[in-house]
């Protein structure tokens, strides 16, 4: 019981990494953004093609993936992203399926269509027992690198100049452009940070979620249901839409084998039915 | 330009005279009748397009099962133009209706009744229901509410058929569909000419009730709709009212269009239902271009070329041509792309 909470913790934890770089995309520039996965992807296969080809250990492959995707994200929003903005979300919706399209095609002919096993480091692998609850260390790894993260992401979002000029965009961006902050410059920093978090999640997140080239397709619905649900105007939102996601579906999965995802798809409905701006959003 | 100004101009309405501010009203009233009837009227091109189709019944006899195929795809989309292209709703979860009108047909058939038509049937009133139900969720919210609960129901749709292995077959799909003869006289043979004379039939007159429908005042009130909900029920258009309709009418064309390829391939799997059949459709509509009832079928037809041409190319990559397609449609412009031709192609049928 207490296994299982904790492992669907490590999974919620995972979800926020992957997804939280959408919420602030969507918040700050209105912007559906359904490619996000493929960021995830490119992120867990960075890791696999470092580690495959060129040795390089497992726990050294993070940073390398993370700056890989941000990278990616950066070019990606200078090129193509930045000239959507203004547009409509049904072009923005045809834009972002394109993308996805590409990359599951791109990634299927280079890599293969089969599914991707990453090798841990033996100091990753496997149990112990705490006071009678089964822990596994790889996610118990996960779980502490998350909650580092979740922590600096939440300082520097309020604590720093960057953080406020961020917030203040996400709340009202032509204020925020009337004051003075270049929003656009905000806009490319949080995106390539977003892509970033989500190819670290995609690395991270390879052993457990599986990685194969339809991964942006598998799990974009995933990412969208922590978004909405959690809401774009904060972090806390998010965070605990995707614990709370984590947690049912893993629970969902040991419980009731049968009921597959209904649970998860019946949950997000209710859940925007009830609070169509998110959990944790103030009233408009 | 504002919104009612874009609808009047989609529609054909000159701009008021200024002289006829005494008595607006009536005047108005006039000049939308006269412009819904010259929307009405049929135009040359339309009958090219029509005469071209059933030139193909007859002259291409062995593509036949392609063309039901493209038939009915292009009908899918037609359904998916009433609310997009008309109402401005944005669904990622279209497929819902067409699998549930496939799944209701292929168990029609396979329970005794083998009469296509009553299947047609049977399928268009569970779809609508379908339709009519969900609406009232996709009401709420904004585009990316709709997108999620649209695709959130298709996605429970989806495992449902995969779980109730008992009804439908789970991963194995419906099997053992058998058809009788269209009303009780054509029976469908090896080579489609039955099956696509039949879906053809069923799209023209799917089609008319279309057109017959958007070019009348509900389907003016729709456009207003699309173009700005909030001016539209300030002016006392009902627009939740009107959405429940035209959803629930979309629905049941969904259904139908899934009802035809039960029937004509005799097979329904657990396919239906993905994502990717809601994506596809709605390249189908872009490609073809949105809110002239046209763009579903054209779209169809070279969504299919396409397909053959690349698949022969790059069998196992052809979607990667078509997201590079989206890509460029996109930051081109669609209006733009779309747009240049249907202005070269009304250019071309005011002079003939």
Known sequence: MLTLLFDGIAYGMLLFILSCGLSVTLGLMNFVNLAHGAFAMAGGYATIVLMSRFDVPFVATLPLAFLFTAALGLVLERTLYRHLYGKSHLDQVLFSIGLVFVAVASVDYLMGSQQQIIKLPAALQGRVEILGV??????????????????????????????????????????????????????????????????????????????????????????????????????????????????????????????????????????????????????? | MTATEETAMTIGLAAEPASAGHHPAPATAARV????????????????????????????????????????????????????????????????????????AGLVATHGITEPLAGLAAAAALTALLGWATSYLVLRGTDLTRLMVTMGIALILGELANQMAWLTGGADGLQGIMMGPVAGWFEFDLFGTTAYAYSLSVLFVLFLAARRITNSPFGLSLLSIRDNPLRAAAVGVPVNGRLVQVYTLAAAYAGVAGALLAQTTQFVSVDVLEFHRSADVMLILIIGGTGYLYGGLVGAVLFKLLQDMLAGFTPQYWHFWIGIFLIALVLVGRERMVGGVAAAVRRLARRT
């Open chain 1, 134 to 284: 089964n822990i596994g260390l790889y996610r118990s790894f996960i779980i502490a690198i998350c909650t580092v993260l979740v922590v600096v992401l939440q300082l520097i979002l309020s604590k720093t100049r960057f953080g406020s000029r961020l917030r203040a965009a996400v709340d009202d961006r032509r204020v925020a452009q009337g004051l003075g902050i270049n929003v656009n410059v905000i806009f490319a920093a949080t995106f390539a940070v977003g892509s970033g978090l989500a190819g670290l999640g995609g690395a991270l997140g390879a052993e457990i979620l599986g990685l194969d080239p339809v991964f942006p397709l598998k799990f974009m619905i995933y990412f969208l249901i922590v978004v909405t649900v959690g809401g774009t105007t904060t972090l806390t939102g998010p965070f605990v839409a995707s614990l709370v996601l984590g947690v049912a579906d893993v629970a969902g999965k040991y419980y009731v084998p049968a009921a597959g995802a209904f649970v998860i798809y019946t949950l997000m409905i209710v859940f925007l039915l009830v609070r169509p701006q998110g959990l944790f959003a103030r009233a408009r």
């Open chain 2, 33 to 104: 009748v006269a412009a819904l009837k010259r929307r009405r009227r049929w135009r040359p091109l339309e009958a090219v397009f029509w005469a071209a189709t059933l030139a193909s019944v007859l002259l291409l006899p062995s593509k036949h099962l392609i063309l039901n195929e493209i038939a009915i795809l292009g009908l899918f989309a037609l359904s998916l133009d009433l609310i997009l292209g008309f109402a401005g709703v944005i669904s990622l979860g279209h497929a819902a209706f067409f699998g549930v009108g496939a799944y209701c």
